[in-house]
């Protein structure tokens, strides 16, 4: 029997949610194209006959600007503690300029003791030639025991990439049940849901400031879900904006939610969304705790 933990980092949207969710083979961390979507660490598991693996998912390096952005960092660091892998990785359409960020961000990271995969992601967007001078670009960047190019959007690769992950965990024992898909409450994963599809829907200055908390979440005796749910948000403007003209945008946003949370639940769910103001919420400690950045 072979397990063990594997950290999942990288810069900001080079898609390692979308990747953990495809080797994991179910939708346990969100996606969206905007940066940072990824705001704690989220574990996957992955189990066959012979293995267990660990996939730690960590919100994107960058230099912190809030207190939130400081919890998020803390995540990444504390992520990469006691592992036994690390998967770095990286967006094929890597620009010259962006080199040494990566390196900076490579060499943050206490991981001299592992081994370190690189996965060389959305290779779909790009030409087979033009991938080979960012590869010997991208090999300088860290003596990696594998570089696997790969599509985390349409699968490619990704086998390749999963048998290099399982050949190099250690000898060991199951960590979690065989049932088990991801460590994160159903209440934080339901949250999650609500806060992609606002992600998706809202203009990109918007979704930074926004969290999302389950005030009440019930199972009726038909086997309904009642979820009461608040959508924080910085600033009085973007309330409306969220709220939509005539409640059309809340509306939009709670449909889409409804949609995943029901077949994530198994079962049908009434949602209802409240938008609630939070000024300058990223800076306060507390309401950060208070709405699940432990």
């Known amino acids: 029997m072979k397990s063990g933990f594997v950290a999942i980092t990288g810069r900001p949207n080079a898609g390692k949610s979308t990747l953990m969710n495809h080797i994991i083979g179910e939708k346990v961390a969100i996606v969206s194209s905007k940066p940072q979507t990824t705001r ?7 189990t066959g006959e012979d293995y267990q693996l660990v996939m730690i998912d960590t919100p994107g390096i960058h230099k912190p600007h809030n207190k939130l952005g400081k919890r998020m960092e803390k995540y990444i660091y504390t992520a990469t503690e006691d592992i036994d892998a690390l998967l770095y990785v990286v967006d094929c359409n890597i620009k010259d300029s962006e080199i040494d960020a990566e ?4 060499s943050g990271l206490k991981i001299s003791d592992v081994p370190v995969i690189l996965a060389v992601n959305k290779i779909d967007t790009v030409p087979k030639l033009q991938l080979l001078p960012v590869l010997d670009k991208l090999k300088g960047l860290y003596d990696f025991n594998d570089i696997v190019p790969i599509s985390a959007q349409n699968g490619e690769n990704l086998e390749e990439l999963f048998d290099k992950l399982r050949d190099v965990l250690p000898e060991g024992p199951k960590f979690f049940p065989d049932d088990t898909i991801t460590d994160q409450p159903e209440r934080q994963i339901v949250a999650e849901y609500i806060r992609e599809k606002a992600l998706r829907l809202l203009n990109r200055e918007i979704p930074h400031g926004i969290a999302v908390e389950i ?12 979820i009461l749910a608040a959508i924080y948000c910085e600033k009085q ?10 409640g059309e945008k809340l509306k939009q946003i709670g449909s889409l939610s409804r949609h995943d949370i029901e077949r994530f639940l198994g079962s049908k769910v009434y949602l209802e969304l409240w938008v609630r103001v939070k000024e300058d919420w990223r800076n306060r400690e507390n309401f950060i705790s208070d709405i699940g950045f432990e």
């Open 40 to 46: 704690t660490k989220i574990l996957g598991v992955k």
């Open 103 to 106: 390196k900076e961000a490579l």
């Open 215 to 226: 005030e009440r979440m019930k199972k009726r005796p038909n086997g309904t879900y009642e």
């Open 237 to 246: 403007s973007h309330k409306g904006i969220i709220i939509g003209k005539g």
